[in-house]
């Protein structure tokens, strides 16, 4: 049985083919460069901020873990069941970034550029500072040629989170995209990070981010606690007024049958003292409960132990503007080597057919 010889793949004499057309690498070479330029000078250059976070756990989550996985030993499911574990975790701190709500409560954040005196909202921001490359001119063109066909809408001026426009829906993709929250499943540790064309800029909405996490991870944590607290002061100021009320009775009708030793005052009077003493022990009981209810405020708010606090970077974290003029000039010239090569092949029309056989 013949083996067919390997035939050798010879790269030295590919590449002297390629350089025998000087003129045509040469051409493509100066057009890469060219090419390469105008790109990556219509690239902003961005930069990114990062906040690291470490979030308190309840205790009561990592008991109830604890106990679950215990009972699940011996085939008893305590998941089932009503649990007082947290609905939101740090598994899902990103998806609380990815929303709606969240990332319009930052439109309105003034922000201040790095080289700039005023302020804008963060908004404008996105929409004027954000520089547009050449090659969106076209899509950009056309859609405005779409939307001068349509109707304008009413009632869109300000943000209605139930009816984006098109501009705040896009400006919102944009925020979503600038936004990172990675959580480090091993430690809980979080990394907030924010992306924009301006330094100053990321760094600022890089604290902002974190600050609102932390509000909104409060305001969910105490809901529950602050409106027990809400009840227990109404019901702390109708027990004080009852008991006031009681006790101005009580001392208004003592004072006026000072002298009076009739069995049916000192009935009275002992009904209006024992009305008194009910009231005192009602007002003080709800005194205890407002006290409590207020301690479980400050047991229900997590803390946060920030790691790293936000800072204005001092270098951009895009690509250098320089390997990509490197990586178009590398494409020009692969380009130029696949279409010198594939003409020496007797033309390109000859070549497939040769490679279809």
């Not at 793949?9 to 025998?20: E, P, Q, W």
């Not at 208004?252 to 022990?281: F, G």
Request: hydrophobic share 45%; glycine share 4%; proline share 4%.
């Amino acid at each position: 049985m013949d083996i067919a010889p390997i035939k050798e793949i010879d790269f030295l004499g590919m590449a002297k083919k390629v350089i025998a057309h000087k003129r045509l690498l040469y051409g493509t070479f100066v057009a890469s460069i060219v090419i390469g330029i105008i790109v990556a000078f219509n690239i902003q250059k961005k930069y990114t901020s990062e906040v690291i976070v470490a979030p308190e756990i309840s205790s009561s989550m990592g008991m109830a873990d604890g106990l679950s996985d215990l009972a699940s030993m011996v085939g008893v499911d305590l998941k089932s069941g009503g649990s007082s574990v947290d609905a939101i975790y740090p598994q899902i701190y990103p998806d609380i970034f990815a929303s709606n709500d969240f990332v319009l409560d930052l439109f309105d954040i003034q922000v201040q550029l790095l080289d700039s005196t005023g302020s804008k909202t963060y908004y404008q921001h996105i929409l004027k500072d954000t520089h547009i490359p050449f090659w969106s001119y076209p899509k950009l063109w056309l859609v405005k040629l779409i939307a001068s066909f349509k109707k304008p809408q009413k009632g869109v001026d300000g943000v209605n989170p139930f009816r984006l426009s098109k501009i705040q829906t896009e400006v919102c993709e944009v925020i979503k995209s600038n936004i990172k929250c990675f959580l480090a499943t091993e430690t809980n540790v979080i990394t907030l990070s924010v992306t924009d064309t301006d330094p100053q800029v990321a760094a600022l909405m890089a604290d902002t981010i974190q600050r609102k996490l932390q509000n909104y991870i409060m305001a969910y944590r105490t809901q529950k606690a602050r409106n027990d607290y809400e009840f227990a002061v109404k019901v702390y100021k109708e027990a004080q007024f009852d008991y006031e009320e009681a006790r101005r009775k009580y001392g208004a009708y003592a004072d006026a049958n000072t002298d009076l030793e009739i069995p049916s005052y000192r009935l009275t009077l002992e009904d209006l003292e024992n009305d008194m003493q009910i009231k005192y022990n009602v007002f003080s009981s709800a005194v205890q409960q407002m006290n409590t209810a207020k301690m479980k405020i400050q047991e229900r708010t997590p803390a946060f132990t920030i790691i790293q606090n936000a800072t204005i970077p001092l270098k951009s974290s895009s690509i250098p503007r320089m390997y990509i003029l490197i990586a178009f000039v590398f494409l020009g010239v692969l380009f130029d080597a696949v279409w010198v090569l594939g003409w020496q092949e007797h033309h390109w029309g000859r070549f497939f057919r040769l490679g279809s056989k």
